[in-house]
């Protein structure tokens, strides 16, 4: 599968989708925030620098200081997909962001999110 056409997305054109989506389901930007910073590494400076910079998803991910160590305990079906066994490690960590603020717009409590 060549993913190079994701990769070049905007991460700030994505953005308020995750913001729509999880405030339809009664959750904050905040919130949304939380678990992308959680995920990343970013400070809240880095991150919205990375917004203003509109940088794409590839770049997003190349210049985050620190995936997070729990990422790999994110499971289950995104999009089709299970996340697991997703071989592309952009791919994956695209897919864990999708996981992470699905499960927010789910109503799952935070500390089940981040997986602590």
Request: charge should be positive; glycine fraction near 4%; hydrophobic fraction near 35%.
């Given at each position: ?42 400070s809240e400076t880095q991150f919205r620098n990375q917004i203003e910079k509109k940088a794409d998803l590839e770049t997003f991910f190349a210049e ?53």
């Amino acid at each position: 599968m060549n993913n190079t056409r994701v990769y070049k997305i905007l991460f700030s054109s994505v953005y308020p989708l995750y913001i729509q989506k999880a405030e339809k389901k009664g959750r904050t930007a905040e919130e949304v925030d939380n678990v992308i910073l959680w995920l990343t590494g970013y400070s809240e400076t880095q991150f919205r620098n990375q917004i203003e910079k509109k940088a794409d998803l590839e770049t997003f991910f190349a210049e985050a200081p620190k995936i997070n160590p729990n990422a790999s305990k994110i499971t289950g079906m995104i999009c089709g997909y299970r996340i697991e066994e997703i071989e592309d490690p952009l791919m994956q960590k695209i897919r864990y962001m999708d996981k992470l603020v699905d499960e927010l717009a789910k109503g799952k409590k935070m500390e089940k999110i981040l997986r602590e």
